[in-house]
């Protein structure tokens, strides 16, 4: 970006604009189903549903050949009728367990790098977990008017978060997408589940993913749609890989600052402003935050935040599954994307 050229306002800490009466800063604001959601609900009934493989407390529902959980279902439908879209949105999309916090935190940093420079004491992912600086959209779409308002206020550019497949938020904004090799992803998954359910066995999760009845599953095609509008539009889709963003994490977000219309100028590299993103926004240095060991995701994932940071590392499933297990996952990999472009190393 040129010195010359205005600072863009946004992307600001949505929860830094938090409005509602219950507490400012609470981890679990109220979150009832509006009335004007009755229709949805009812669309929801008559949907195909399954249990979520070794989890019986979560009931998924295919909706437009996804499997959703069910209390996202509303929200599905919601961002698809109401959600107005802005030609500079950046929608940070993914599969669970694909990197998504680390790119998110990395992305506000970014874009945020002249409200908040990331070498800053008081910069906001100091005291606020990542899922905090931006809207996730399902939450946002089950919480209410007051929180579509908020997120209509935001001022532009705004940078929002969706697990949602690309044909449901197929828009004019920009999408930032990040996949991860899927037995990694797997094992990761396992483990972010069972510190809720502890009784689930990686078993249970590998069948859930590998038949296709997982979050936001297939996981083949959520990945396809995204990487074939990669391919045909990639000013407007970023397709990138987790074990890439850890080999190089520098590069990466390069490229992601270019992508989102705001790249690093030459005083801003020869500052270290880059480094200093990745510095601020190292999984290393995310984990070691207070208010990333305490409190709990949200309101739709009760998960605790400490889980969304483990080992963060590439091919730690060798450390988890049998030869078999991954013979399995390969085969559906190998299966699913054959003659696709898209494949996992």
Same mark, same amino acid.
């Given at each position: 970006?040129?010195?010359?050229?205005?600072a863009?306002?946004?992307?600001?800490?949505?929860?830094?604009?938090?409005?509602?009466?219950?507490?400012?800063?609470?981890?679990?604001?109220?979150?009832?189903?509006?009335?004007?959601?009755?229709?949805?609900?009812?669309?929801?009934?008559?949907?195909p549903?399954?249990l979520?493989?070794?989890?019986?407390?979560?009931?998924?529902?295919?909706?437009?050949?996804?499997?959703?959980?069910?209390?996202?279902?509303?929200?599905?439908?919601?961002?698809?009728?109401?959600?107005k879209?802005?030609?500079d949105?950046?929608?940070?999309s993914?599969?669970?367990?694909c990197?998504?916090?680390?790119l998110?935190?990395?992305?506000?940093?970014?874009?945020a790098r002249?409200?908040?420079?990331?070498?800053?004491?008081?910069?906001p992912?100091l005291?606020l977990?990542?899922?905090?600086?931006?809207?996730?959209?399902?939450?946002v779409?089950?919480?209410g008017?007051?929180?579509?308002?908020?997120l209509?206020?935001?001022?532009s550019?705004?940078?929002?978060?969706t697990?949602?497949?690309?044909a449901?938020?197929?828009?004019c904004?920009?999408?930032?997408?990040?996949?991860?090799?899927?037995?990694?992803?797997?094992?990761s998954?396992?483990?972010?589940?069972?510190?809720v359910?502890?009784?689930l066995?990686?078993?249970?999760?590998?069948?859930s993913?590998?038949?296709g009845?997982?979050?936001?599953?297939?996981?083949?095609?959520?990945?396809?749609?995204?990487?074939?509008?990669?391919?045909?539009?990639?000013?407007?889709?970023?397709?990138?890989?987790?074990?890439?963003?850890?080999?190089?994490?520098?590069g990466n977000?390069?490229?992601?600052?270019?992508f &989102? =219309?705001?790249?690093?100028?030459?005083?801003?590299? @020869?500052?270290?402003? *880059?480094? %200093?993103? !990745?510095?601020?926004?190292?999984?290393?240095?995310?984990?070691?935050?207070?208010?990333?060991?305490?409190?709990?995701?949200?309101?739709?994932?009760?998960?605790?935040?400490?889980a969304?940071?483990?080992?963060?590392? &590439? =091919?730690?499933?060798?450390?988890?599954?049998?030869? @078999?297990?991954?013979? *399995?996952? %390969?085969d !559906?990999?190998?299966?699913?994307l054959?003659?696709?472009?898209?494949?996992?190393?």
């Amino acid at each position: 970006m040129a010195s010359n050229s205005p600072a863009p306002v946004g992307p600001v800490p949505f929860l830094d604009t938090e409005k509602d009466d219950h507490q400012v800063g609470s981890d679990v604001p109220p979150f009832p189903l509006p009335d004007d959601h009755e229709h949805e609900v009812v669309v929801v009934s008559e949907l195909p549903s399954k249990l979520l493989a070794g989890i019986p407390q979560i009931s998924l529902r295919r909706y437009q050949g996804f499997w959703l959980p069910e209390s996202w279902v509303p929200a599905a439908v919601s961002i698809q009728r109401r959600f107005k879209p802005r030609p500079d949105d950046v929608i940070i999309s993914s599969l669970p367990k694909c990197g998504t916090t680390w790119l998110v935190a990395l992305a506000f940093a970014t874009m945020a790098r002249h409200a908040y420079p990331p070498s800053g004491a008081d910069h906001p992912l100091l005291r606020l977990n990542p899922h905090q600086c931006i809207p996730f959209l399902e939450g946002v779409f089950l919480g209410g008017r007051g929180r579509e308002e908020r997120l209509e206020a935001l001022p532009s550019p705004r940078l929002v978060n969706t697990h949602m497949p690309h044909a449901m938020i197929a828009c004019c904004s920009r999408v930032v997408y990040i996949c991860r090799e899927p037995k990694d992803m797997v094992v990761s998954m396992w483990h972010y589940l069972r510190t809720v359910h502890p009784q689930l066995s990686l078993q249970d999760t590998l069948d859930s993913v590998c038949g296709g009845a997982s979050r936001c599953g297939p996981f083949w095609d959520h990945a396809l749609g995204y990487w074939r509008a990669s391919v045909a539009t990639p000013d407007r889709v970023l397709f990138l890989r987790y074990e890439e963003l850890l080999r190089d994490p520098a590069g990466n977000v390069r490229r992601l600052a270019q992508f &989102v =219309g705001q790249p690093f100028s030459p005083a801003e590299e @020869e500052a270290g402003v *880059l480094g %200093d993103v !990745v510095r601020l926004c190292s999984l290393d240095n995310l984990r070691s935050l207070e208010v990333n060991k305490t409190g709990i995701v949200g309101p739709l994932l009760k998960t605790p935040r400490k889980a969304l940071f483990r080992k963060g590392v &590439v =091919g730690d499933w060798v450390n988890h599954m049998t030869p @078999e297990m991954a013979r *399995l996952m %390969d085969d !559906v990999v190998a299966h699913k994307l054959r003659d696709t472009g898209l494949h996992f190393k």
